[in-house]
């Protein structure tokens, strides 16, 4: 759970982050996000990248009724509550420490009849993958999951598990170093990927990621 290096005085647009709360209108639903920067840092703030991949699903871009969707790295839990709402089995997922906040959020915003529609469960990246099936979703969603570089083998790793050559995956992201692009090229290697949306206003990316078809042997 990496902080931010912040100074309120110097980043002024930052202080929303210190907010205990941000509220949302998605499917039809009004949302309260609880956030906790002091108690768990980036895990508990909704950022950027999640609000316009919830406008991307919300504008039917991906058909969600009836889909497995597992969200990776969710923090408070947003993209994988809107997924819900808008009609897929979602699991979603954090590493431990952050799993009691996320679920609370979860509580608070899907209602009673689709409780059952929602999974809240641990994942470290590359670790245990064997308790999720191999293949066996239809989409996979991140929002802001990669910033840091000793992730990214194991975060290619989790992908690589959880799809097959039928999964989506979206990640929504915004570029900010170097790294993040070593990221994205060390991903093509393994999907066919393609940008298929950038919000210009929040310099917001959203990469379309499919497994490459290998090639059956003669």
Not at 11 to 32: C, D, N, V
Request: hydrophobic share 45%; proline share 4%; charged share 25%.
């Amino acid at each position: 759970m990496a902080l931010v290096p912040y100074d309120e005085n110097v980043l002024p647009a930052l202080s929303k982050i210190h907010s205990a709360s941000a509220e949302f209108h998605f499917a039809s639903h009004r949302l309260r996000l609880a956030q906790d920067w002091n108690r768990l840092g980036v895990a508990a703030v909704v950022w950027d990248a999640a609000v316009v991949l919830c406008m991307y699903l919300e504008l039917g871009h991906v058909d969600l009724k009836g889909r497995a969707v597992i969200e990776l790295g969710a923090g408070t839990g947003l993209v994988g509550i809107v997924a819900a709402l808008l009609g897929a089995t979602v699991t979603i997922t954090d590493r431990k420490p952050a799993l009691e906040f996320l679920s609370a959020n979860v509580r608070e915003n899907i209602p009673p009849d689709l409780q059952e529609a929602v999974q809240v469960s641990e994942l470290t990246w590359g670790e245990g993958l064997q308790r999720y099936p191999s293949g066996s979703y239809d989409l996979v969603l991140g929002a802001d999951i990669v910033y840091l570089e000793e992730t990214f083998p194991a975060l290619l790793q989790t992908l690589e598990h959880l799809s097959s050559e039928n999964t989506e995956v979206l990640l929504s992201c915004r570029i900010r170093y170097e790294r993040d692009e070593r990221f994205l090229g060390m991903l093509g290697r393994l999907f066919s990927v393609q940008e298929v949306h950038y919000d210009e206003q929040r310099d917001i990316r959203i990469y379309r990621a499919v497994r490459i078809k290998t090639k059956p042997e003669l």
